[in-house]
């Protein structure tokens, strides 16, 4: 199939690799670009103070968090099966998946680690889905929240990913979170090509993620069985 990818360009190169060596043709329109942000050691290392758990909503907040401080020392609790890796990767452990969104998270947490167990931090990028400080907050935990990168999303799609989408040449399009697909949507909108989806499938990873990619019309609209890239890339057989 031709696939379009939508996701930051280093969270691309290796599904890409993994794509085309089954036979697929690939191309990429990264939705958002990350920006680590600096000087943060100080206001971090102060948030730290009697934390005894990591909260990481992204594999790109583990990034920005292991390049911030060799700590490791600290159970992980990770929103979903990619950031879960991205933190055993970086050293952490133990470490405990949820089931792909903020809400799910918040439900292991409180299963997982009472509030008498130490604060909590959550390693967080400048645009964030839902509020997992107040909702655990609520809870009596104490929750702290640095913001270690930003997140900024596209102003336009590459030149020749909109002539193609608008010429019906992809025959899908890979969503890993509800605002890639809504950036993804709008961009598409703006460029007046909405149509060249009626010839692609929107291949999601996630149902809040297929809500948000569902503006388009789509020829069809699949949502992994659970919110892994695994499971994501297994719709495509």
Not at 99 to 126: F, K, M
Not at 139 to 154: C, I, K, N, S
Not at 185 to 204: K, Y
């Amino acid at each position: 199939m031709h696939l379009l990818l939508t996701r930051p360009e280093s969270e691309s190169q290796a599904l890409r690799a993994r794509l085309l060596a089954l036979g697929h043709s690939v191309d990429t329109a990264p939705m958002l670009a990350i920006r680590q942000k600096h000087d943060v050691e100080p206001e971090l290392s102060s948030a730290l103070d009697g934390v005894t758990a990591l909260l990481f909503t992204s594999a790109n907040g583990v990034r920005a968090f292991a390049d911030a401080t060799p700590r490791r020392d600290f159970i992980v609790y990770a929103v979903g099966p990619a950031s879960a890796l991205a933190a055993s990767a970086a050293g952490f452990a133990p470490v405990e998946a949820a089931g792909g969104d903020v809400d799910l998270l918040a439900q292991l947490v409180r299963a997982r680690h009472a509030p008498a167990a130490g604060a909590l931090l959550h390693a967080a990028g400048s645009a964030r889905a839902g509020d997992l400080q107040a909702m655990l907050r609520a809870d009596g935990y104490d929750v702290r929240r640095v913001v270690l990168y930003d997140a900024e999303t596209a102003i336009a799609l590459p030149a020749s990913v909109a002539s193609q989408f608008g010429a019906k040449a992809y025959d899908g399009v890979l969503f890993f979170s509800p605002r890639t697909a809504a950036t993804f949507v709008t961009l598409v909108e703006r460029a007046g090509i909405a149509a060249g989806a009626t010839a692609a499938v929107a291949f999601c990873l996630s149902a809040n993620v297929a809500r948000e990619a569902a503006v388009l019309p789509w020829r069809a609209v699949r949502v992994a069985a659970s919110p892994s890239e695994a499971d994501l890339t297994a719709l495509l057989q």
